[in-house]
């Protein structure tokens, strides 16, 4: 993302980006704190991007932000060695 002091190589966070047919809602998660200036050009920069070029009519873009970290990446793959890795430990019990 582009802006004064919030152009860096690092990670500032995810958001996720809902469209209905009055509103756009979206979820900021970052993994830091930033000044409340910062995160307003953050939310601007989001919605110029990413909410206008979508091309969609909006009253309102409702922002929701939190600050937290990741701590994983899940997907259907994980949970099937998951499944396996538990098979045999199901197995080793019964012995």
Do not use: C, W
């Not at 919605?47 to 979508?54: G, I, K, N, R, Y």
């Not at 998951?82 to 012995?95: I, P, S, T, V």
Request: aromatic fraction near 8%; avoid cysteine; charge should be negative.
């Amino acid at each position: 993302m582009q802006g004064n002091s919030l152009q860096s190589n690092s990670r500032l966070g995810t958001v996720d980006i809902h469209f209905t047919t009055t509103a756009v809602h979206g979820t900021l998660i970052l993994e830091r704190e930033l000044e409340e200036a910062d995160l307003t050009k953050l939310i601007e920069q989001i919605d110029e991007d990413l909410v206008l070029s979508a091309d969609m009519p909006r009253d309102d873009f409702l922002v929701s932000v939190y600050v937290g970290k990741d701590v994983g990446f899940y997907s259907d793959e994980f949970f099937a060695d998951d499944n396996d890795d538990n098979a045999d430990f199901e197995e080793d019990e019964e012995e």
